[in-house]
C-alpha cells in the first residue's frame, strides 16, 4: 500500500546540530489536481520563501534542493484535529448555553467553552499520542547552491 504524499521544493540554507533550515517555495502544492487554481497557493505567490527548522539526516548539506513531503492521511488528520472538532465543539457548546439559559450570552458563552475547551483537548491529545502530528521528511533532490531570491524569517 502506498502512501501519497503532499510535497513541496525547498532549498537547505544551513545545517546545525541535526536541524536543517529549508527555505520552502511560496506556491501550491500541486497534489490535489487544482494546480494553478489552488487559492493557497495563489495566496502564497509573490510571497518570500518560509523557512522551516527540520530534522535532517547526515547526507543533506547546505544547498541542497529537497523536497519537503507529509503523508496526506496525516495531515487530513491534523486538519479534523485541528479545525473540525474545535468547530464541533463550538457548536455543541453554543448549544449547550443556550438550552441550559437560554439568553444570548449564554449560547456565546457556551460557544466560547466549547471552543477553548476543543483546544486544550486537542493539544492534550496530541502530547499523549506520540506520531500523531505529522512528520515531514526532507528527501534530496540535487545538489546546488541558489537559494530564494526573496528569503526572510517567519516567526
Known amino acids: 500500500m502506498s502512501t501519497n504524499m503532499i510535497e513541496h521544493r525547498g532549498v537547505v540554507q544551513r545545517v546545525d546540530d541535526g536541524l536543517a533550515i529549508v527555505a ?5 502544492c500541486g497534489s490535489c489536481g487544482q494546480g494553478s487554481s489552488c487559492g493557497i497557493g495563489k495566496m502564497a505567490g509573490g510571497r518570500p520563501a518560509t523557512l522551516l527548522t527540520l530534522p535532517v539526516s547526515a547526507d543533506i548539506k547546505a544547498g541542497d534542493l529537497v523536497s519537503i513531503a507529509l503523508p496526506e492521511s496525516k495531515l487530513t488528520l491534523s486538519a479534523v484535529l ?17 438550552a441550559l439559559e437560554g439568553s444570548d450570552g449564554a449560547t456565546a458563552l457556551g460557544a466560547m467553552i466549547g471552543f477553548l475547551a476543543a483546544l486544550a483537548i486537542a493539544r492534550l491529545v496530541i502530547g499523549l499520542v506520540p ?20 528569503e526572510q524569517y517567519h516567526d
Open 131 to 150: 506520531g500523531l502530528l505529522p512528520a515531514p521528511q526532507l528527501i534530496p533532490i540535487s545538489r546546488q547552491s541558489t537559494p530564494f531570491p526573496k
Open 82 to 98: 485541528g479545525y473540525l472538532f474545535p468547530a464541533f465543539a463550538m457548536i455543541v457548546g453554543a448549544w449547550l448555553g443556550a
Open 24 to 28: 520552502m517555495e511560496t506556491t501550491g
